[in-house]
Every structure is written in C-alpha cells, then in structure tokens.
C-alpha cells in the first residue's frame, strides 16, 4: 500500500529505508477510534511535527510507536523493527519524553539519569560519565545534586529531555514537550531540540503550539479524530490559506475607502476591510514589490498609514482553515494538492473518508481492509530477529542476569526514596515503637494478661510480623505514584525486564523490613524483652517476618496495580492490613477474643506466623505452626504474583 502522506524532502531522502513507517494504524477505545488508518513515514535524521487538537490522536500514535501500546490494525516500523513483534529491541533504539515529567522528583539529577543509564544496560562507568555529559550539555551541572523536586518547570523539562537521550537513541519521541513552560523555558527547549536534530537524530513532535511546530519541523501532518487531514512542509501548509498578506493601519476611518480601492487595484482581490480597528487586509501574490507600488500610489494620492506590514500565513491559521472545513465536510471525499511557490504540488490535503487511502477502521464499507497486515521482515533483519530471539541456556543466563541486574538498580532507586522522604521513614520507624510503648503499657501493665512469662516477651513477635505487615502497603503505594507520575512509561520504553519494576519494589521494601526487624529487637531489649532459646531460633524468626512481608508487599502490589491511585491504594492497603493483624494473636491470645472472632483469629495468616514465631523464641509448638505458615506464604506468592504481572502487563 501506498502511503496517503508523501514527505517533503530530496530524492536520495525518500529513496532510503524510513526511519519511522506507519502504514494504516488503527486503534480504538470502546467506540472511540483514536486512530482511523494513520499512513506517514519520516526520513532519518529529520523532524516530524505532528498537529492536532486535544483528542486528535496524538498521544495514542506516540504510545503505539514507542512500545506502550499495541495497535488494533495496521502496521509500524522503527529503526528497522517491527513495534508489536520487536518491541523490546526496538526499546534500545529510542528515547521518549512524554506529556508528563516522568523523573523521580526524590532522586537528584544525576541520580536520575544515572538510572535511566543503568536501565538501558549500560555500565556503572558509563552511565556515570553519560550522566554528567547530559547535565552539562543540559545546563544542570550546578543543580545535579539537588533532589528533582527543587527543579523549576523548565528544568525538570530538560531533566526529562536529558533522561530520553541517555543511550544516544537515532530516534525520539516527544509528546508536547513545552505544555506548561513559561515562554523562556519554550525558547531554551527549543534550541536544545535543535542541537539534538542537527547531531542527527530523528525525531516525530506533537504539539498544540504551531509556532514550535513552525520552527522545529521539516514537515508537519495535521491530525484530527483519528486521520489525517493535511500534509507537507510549513510554507506549503501556509501557502493553502492564500500566501503573503498586506495589513494596513490607517489613522483616520474617512481614508479607508480610498486605500481599500487602491489595494484591490493592486492586488486583484477584495480586501477585507475592519472599520473598528481602521486595518484592512488584502492578499498579496507578489509579495514585496506589491506592497511598494501599494505604498507609492497611497503616497500619490496623499495617504499615510500608520502602520503597514507584509505578513506571512502562520500555522495557527492553517490549523482554523483546516478544522473549519474538516468539520463542515466530515463526509466528503477529497484531495487538494499542496503547491510550493514553484508550483510543484508536493504535499496533500486529505478529508476524512478519502477515496483514495485505504481505511482499516472498517468504516468505507464492504471491500475495506480490516485485518492488522503481517510485519514484513527483510532477510538481514531475519537474520537479526533470530539471532536475537530466546535459544539455549546462554540466552537464559543473560536473561537472568539482566533480569537481577535490573531488579538490583529499582531497588537502589526505591531505598533511596525512603531516605530522601522522613514521612516514611517515620512511618517505618517510629509507628511500631510506639505500638510497643503502648501496647507494653496498657495490655502488660494495666490490663494484666495471662500470658507464660513477661508480657513483653509474648507482644515482640507480634510487633516484629505488625511491623512488616504494615510496612507492605507501601508496595502498592508506591508502584500507584509511579503510575500517576508516568514512571511506569518511562521504565516500559526502556530495554529492560519487564518483571524488575515489581521485584525492584518489592525487594526494596524486603529490606526496609529486615532494617525495621532489628531496629524492633533493640526497642524490646530495653524495654526487657528477651530471646528464651538461643541466636538460632531468633535468626528463623527473623528469616519468617521478613519472608511473611515481602508474601504480603505482593497482595499490596496487586492493590496498588488495581487501583493506580495513591490515595485509593493507602485506603485499600488499611482495609484488609487492619483486621488480620489486630484480630489475631500479635496482642493478645485468641482465647481473651469473644467467641465469635476466634474463629476468624485462629484462622488468621497473622496468628498462624506468630505463633510459630513464640513457640520459637519462647519454647511451645512450632512444627504444626511452621507448616501453616509455609502454607499461606507459599499460597500468597504463588497467587499474587502471577496476579500482578499480568496485571502489570495488561495495564502497560
């Protein structure tokens, strides 16, 4: 198939492999057709805007290219694969920089790039140098070792554009990279794109700014519900709305009539003539030397204007013209060329419903193609598919490798959040101190259990498993914020493995537990808690409360998956984190609970571990315990984990 859109550029240009090809891309939301059978390709080495409104479909066709999203129909290359069938080799080849900031604003500046480094299989040198090479050239040196959140606007922007290029990717996505910047911080953007493009990279913008359109892009598809509806360079698409114009301003309002006659006389066109504003408008074919002869005969007949101007056409008035007639003739089928100033009709206006583009959205009726086209693979890049494609035990171990390796550098990210953030580390801290303060106090001291031995000695297992049992919500809290904060994307555009985004986290906050263990154990120990059977029975221990947290930080995982939004995942977490642990046995005995909950308690995960945790530390029962507890961990994680990652993976 031919593509409807034929990009403006020389002959060896077109003649070489696209960098970027789309060929009839579909997608649809319910009944909503984001896309209608996109067609376009982009040279390397060069800059393709993309304009539409919101709702356009912009923002789908840069998820669809950049690996975040699959297509429903049609097919698109970049770099040479395959979007669907090479997503994750594609990922080493390109950098993106969404609509949102997608930095960890608790992360310094060289932290986050560093990350990105790490996460794209660079090395631990190589990511640090790359690091400070994109501060530098970024101007951020002087701001690296400051946490994101401290940055302006302009500066987490170009901390984001940083973040895209690590790697040096040939080709970059930005989606409306200046939404939100002040008009400084759009110029200093802007120059750096420059740079970026003139260092040969290729690059597909979208945007709502036309005058950024104007001076970045080589060439410009214009986007609306879904199909394209003009093509071409900037002058082509502004030479559509008539070229050049003369706008005049005039003094007095009597003088109007006489300068109106002597511009149409001039021009061959009826002005437009505002009498409020005292400024007439009138299309100016031959440029320049027009508006001199229209000044000499003003001259002549004695009058002076107080303002004049030869104007060219702006993209913001191609873009009313466009929608303008999009929306009066949504039906019609048509196709304008689009003449350079030579005449040389190279670019293409196309309305929805063109006869001559093929429709994968199945809405021309019979004959339509409807089904996704088969990826078509040259033997060089057979040859590399299968080359890279899964095969014997060396590719295993490397997988693994990776796999740890990725896993190892989200963990590092996510502890260092905890440092950088007190709320939490009070919360991890102080709030199971507390627990075991007034919980010592009133159930030791004033309300006089009968439990074998000191109190305290029977309340610390329940504090060490109520310790990280709590702790757990944060997994799903903050996999939530990553997702609010388009984190998610950033890493999903990355080549790394999929899996590590939640192993990362959720062995991060493996150990915070281990940490929040033995800080617990020194709180006990002053306050007179001891350990009854000796070093070995208390390391089990600690092995189980910790195993028991990172069994719960997966239930947590699938919370925060589920509801992707902070507030909702806290609420959620303490829903279900509330009753199993303060109706089991890590305060008091099941047999003080009224009838009715013991039932329950007895029952309870949190009491199954706990007890065999005393029975451990203290003397008593363990094997029947022990076994229990093997059995709910095994359970939760052979449950939720799978829950998780297919949750993960539906939802990017």
């Known amino acids: 198939m031919t593509p409807t859109v034929a990009l403006m550029g020389d002959a060896t240009a077109s003649d070489a492999r696209p960098m970027i090809l789309v060929e009839g891309l579909c997608k649809s939301f319910g009944a909503v057709k984001a896309l209608a059978g996109i067609d376009f390709t982009v040279p390397a080495g060069t800059v393709m805007g993309i304009l539409g409104p919101n709702g356009a479909g912009k923002t789908t066709l840069v998820r669809i290219l950049s690996t975040l999203m699959s297509p429903d129909a049609g097919h698109a290359e970049v770099a040479g694969f395959d979007v669907v069938r090479e997503s994750r080799a594609l990922r080493s080849t390109i950098g993106l920089a969404g609509q949102n900031v997608a930095i960890d604003e608790h992360l310094t500046g060289f932290e986050n790039l560093y990350l990105v480094g790490r996460l794209r299989q660079i090395g631990y040198r190589e990511a640090r140098r790359e690091a400070g090479e994109l501060l530098e050239r970024f101007n951020l040196v002087d701001a690296s070792g400051r946490t994101a959140r401290t940055y302006s606007g302009g500066m987490r922007r170009r901390l984001d554009l940083a973040a895209s290029l690590v790697g040096h990717p040939p080709v970059l996505f930005l989606d409306e990279p200046t939404t939100g910047l002040d008009p400084r911080a759009r110029l200093e953007l802007w120059e750096v794109i420059e740079g970026l493009v003139a260092d040969g990279t290729t690059l597909l913008l979208t945007t709502q700014y036309l005058e950024e359109a104007d001076r970045l892009a080589s060439s410009i598809i214009v986007v609306d519900q879904g199909r394209i509806i003009a093509q071409g360079s900037p002058r082509e698409l502004k030479a559509t709305v008539g070229g050049e114009q003369i706008e005049l301003s005039l003094a007095s309002a009597s003088d109007l009539d006489g300068a109106a006659s002597i511009l149409e006389q001039v021009s061959g066109a009826a002005p437009q003539v505002n009498v409020e504003s005292r400024k007439i408008q009138v299309a100016a074919p031959r440029g320049s030397a027009m508006l001199v002869d229209a000044l000499r005969r003003l001259d002549e007949v004695g009058i002076e204007p107080d ?90 171990a490397r997988w693994i490798t990776g796999t740890a390796t990725d896993t190892r550098v989200v963990m590092w990210r996510n502890l260092l959040r905890y440092l950088r953030l007190p709320n939490l580390l009070v919360f991890t801290t102080v709030q199971p101190v507390m627990f075991v303060l007034l919980f010592d106090f009133v159930f030791g001291g004033v309300i006089k259990l009968v439990v074998h031995g000191p109190y305290i000695d029977y309340l610390m297992p329940g504090i060490f498993l109520q310790a990280v049992v709590f702790g757990s919500t944060q997994t799903g809290i903050g996999l939530a914020e990553d997702f609010s904060r ?26 915070r537990n281990i940490f929040v263990v033995a800080l617990m154990t020194g709180v006990g120990a002053i306050v007179g808690f001891r350990i009854e059977n000796g070093v070995l029975p208390a390391l089990v221990v600690v092995v189980m409360a910790v195993v028991f947290g990172m069994a719960f930080s997966w239930i947590s995982a699938v919370i925060g998956l589920i509801t992707r939004d902070v507030e909702a995942a806290q609420a ?81």
């Open 307 to 396: 303002d004049v101007s030869l104007r060219r056409p702006a993209l913001d008035d191609v873009f009313l013209a466009l929608t303008g007639h999009v929306a009066e003739d949504a039906g019609g089928a048509r196709s304008v060329e689009l003449a350079d100033d030579d005449g040389a009709g190279t670019g293409k206006l196309v309305a929805p419903g063109d006869a001559g583009t093929e429709n994968l959205a199945g809405d021309d009726g019979p004959g339509t193609e409807t089904e996704p086209r088969k990826p078509r693979i040259e033997p060089q890049r057979a040859e590399r598919v299968a080359a890279s494609a899964p095969a014997g035990l060396r590719h295993r």
């Open 572 to 652: 959620a977490g303490f829903v279900w984190i509330l009753p199993l642990t303060f109706a089991s046995s890590a305060f008091v005995p099941v047999k003080t609970m009224p009838g009715w909950l013991q039932a329950f308690s007895k029952a309870d995960p949190v009491t199954v571990v706990v007890d065999a945790m005393r029975g451990l530390l203290l003397g008593g029962p363990v094997a029947v315990h022990m076994y229990e507890s093997i059995a709910w961990v095994a359970g939760i994680v052979v449950v939720c984990v799978p829950v998780a990652l297919r949750l993960y993976r539906r939802l990017t």
């Open 486 to 511: 388009g984190m998610v994307d950033r890493f999903r555009s990355l080549p790394m493995a999929r899996v590590a985004v939640l192993t990362g986290r959720t062995m991060a906050d493996t150990v």
